[in-house]
């Protein structure tokens, strides 16, 4: 199985500022990775797709890069309603597998 | 806009077989995969299984053989059957919808579409 492992598990934060999520792969693969977010109590949310995607409706402030073994999820300036945690999922070898998710809380 | 909704029993004795059912609504189950996601509670998530609407499958090895799901496309519903359950398996299971995005001859599989999730609690 391939292992993402995420870093920071928790991350604070203050409105406006820039933060950047870091998963990194077991194995090498271009850019079958998704990013979610997930609030409380809800089903995860898709931000990007394709490494570097944005999902239609997804807020631009949002933006991932990234391929190989290490991917970054990016928001330029935190928002009140980001506030939540974010998982990266690899979709390039069965099973999907997904980090463990990074918190970001409010400073 | 499609709507995903699981339905089943809320607690499930260890040993037996947890059923659940996801109703597909605002689109049809024809030319996606369909898959099952779950998350313990406080924990992280986890791919179960994904059927295509030709009823091709493929499953998480570390449920052992203990998953099956299944899909009616003529009700437009699919099920995930997981047997021989433990407390382990205490989880939200959510249903998801497996969307393709090809670009340049290569297709990518996002989720794009969740349920709400249901709790399921294995308990004598």
């Known amino acids: 199985d391939i292992q993402m492992t995420q870093s920071p598990s928790t991350l604070t934060a203050s409105v406006g500022d820039r933060v950047t999520i870091t998963c990194r792969a077991s194995?090498?693969?271009?850019?079958?990775l998704a990013w979610y977010q997930q609030k409380p109590g809800k089903a995860p949310n898709l931000l990007i797709y394709k490494a570097s995607r944005l999902q239609s409706g997804v807020p631009s402030r949002f933006s991932g890069r990234g391929s190989g073994t290490e991917f970054t999820l990016t928001i330029s300036s935190l928002q009140p309603d980001d506030f939540a945690t974010y998982y990266c999922?690899?979709?390039?070898?069965?099973?999907?597998?997904f980090g463990q998710g990074t918190k970001v809380e409010i400073k | 806009q499609v709507q995903l909704q699981e339905s089943g029993p809320g607690l499930v004795k260890p040993s037996e077989t947890l059923s659940l059912t996801c109703t597909v609504s605002g689109g049809s189950i024809n030319n996606y995969y369909w898959s099952w996601v779950r998350q313990p509670p406080g924990k992280g998530l986890e791919w179960l299984g994904h059927?295509?609407?030709?009823?091709?499958?493929n499953y998480n090895p570390s449920l052992k053989s203990r998953v099956t799901i299944s899909v009616g496309t003529s009700t437009n519903h699919f099920s995930l059957q997981l047997s021989s359950v433990t407390a382990a398996d205490t989880a939200v299971y959510y249903c998801?919808?497996?969307?393709?995005?090809?670009?340049?001859?290569?297709?990518?599989?996002?989720?794009?579409?969740w349920g709400q999730g249901t709790l399921v609690t294995v308990s004598s």
């Open positions: 998801t919808r497996v969307v393709a995005y090809c670009i340049d001859g290569v297709c990518y599989h996002p989720i794009d579409s």
């Open positions: 059927i295509y609407h030709s009823g091709s499958t």
């Open positions: 194995q090498s693969f271009i850019s079958w």
């Open positions: 999922q690899q979709y390039h070898t069965y099973p999907w597998t």
